[in-house]
């Protein structure tokens, strides 16, 4: 089955720096590769996903990229804020079908102010 | 805006009880999901559901593990015999059926501790 690496477990970063978020994929068949962002209490919610017939997707201060050949893709956040400090999961499955999420191990994000 | 509610949102039960956490999912919603996350551990799938029968289960849902769509609405898992190691936070998710959205909505979650 697949299993998913997720780099750093922790990252704490200045207000207005970047973040980086790094995950691994095993299952060559997997092509939906969406992000979470879990707040203190709440359900993970999706923020940004990507499909394997694209490199690069961008949504304001947030972008996915994705190499399949290396099965990796990552979470670049620009110009962090406060609000942005919560655990994020990468995770991975197969479009169109009913299979499961199968989810990195998080990262916690801290923003410094 | 549309969203996954559960009930309760902490329910607290004597080891060898047992336990059913209740979903509503999405409305237009078909497809249906259970996870759990253990405290500080990253988000496990434990079984998926589609048509009114399982799609497909992990290695956590044994025997003790169910779910059922008792009605048009309700989506609900029962943990017939409880273990401490059940102790977790249980995530309900729903999906629509179009294969070009593939995003999965979760709920807040049910934190079930077994004392």
């Known amino acids: 089955g697949e299993n998913v690496e997720q780099h750093p477990s922790t990252l704490s970063v200045q207000e207005g720096d970047s973040a980086v978020i790094k995950c691994t994929y095993s299952?060559?068949?997997?092509?939906?590769f969406p992000w979470y962002k879990q707040e203190l209490g709440k359900g993970p919610q999706l923020i940004i996903d990507i499909r394997s017939n694209v490199g690069e997707k961008k949504d304001q201060r947030i972008a996915v990229t994705l190499n399949k050949t290396a099965k990796h893709f990552s979470l670049h956040i620009t110009e962090t804020q406060p609000e942005d400090s919560a655990v994020y999961f990468c995770a991975a499955t197969i479009s169109g079908s009913a299979r499961q999420l199968t989810f990195g191990s998080g990262t916690q994000l801290t923003v410094l102010p | 805006e549309p969203e996954v509610t559960q009930t309760p949102s902490h329910q607290v039960t004597q080891m060898g009880q047992e336990v059913i956490l209740r979903c509503v999912p999405i409305?237009?919603?078909?497809?249906f999901y259970w996870y759990r996350q253990i405290l500080g551990q990253k988000v496990e799938f434990l079984v998926s559901f589609y048509n009114n029968e399982i799609s497909e289960k992990s290695e956590i849902f044994d025997d003790q593990f169910s779910v059922e769509r008792p009605d048009g609405s309700n989506f609900t898992l029962k943990i017939r015999s409880t273990k401490l190691e059940d102790s977790a936070m249980y995530f309900c998710?729903?999906?629509?059926?179009?294969?070009?959205?593939?995003?999965?909505?979760f709920g807040p979650g049910t934190r079930l501790t077994v004392l």
């Open positions: 409305s237009n919603h078909l497809y």
């Open positions: 998710a729903s999906r629509e059926t179009s294969g070009a959205n593939n995003e999965q909505f």
């Open positions: 299952d060559s068949a997997s092509n939906y």
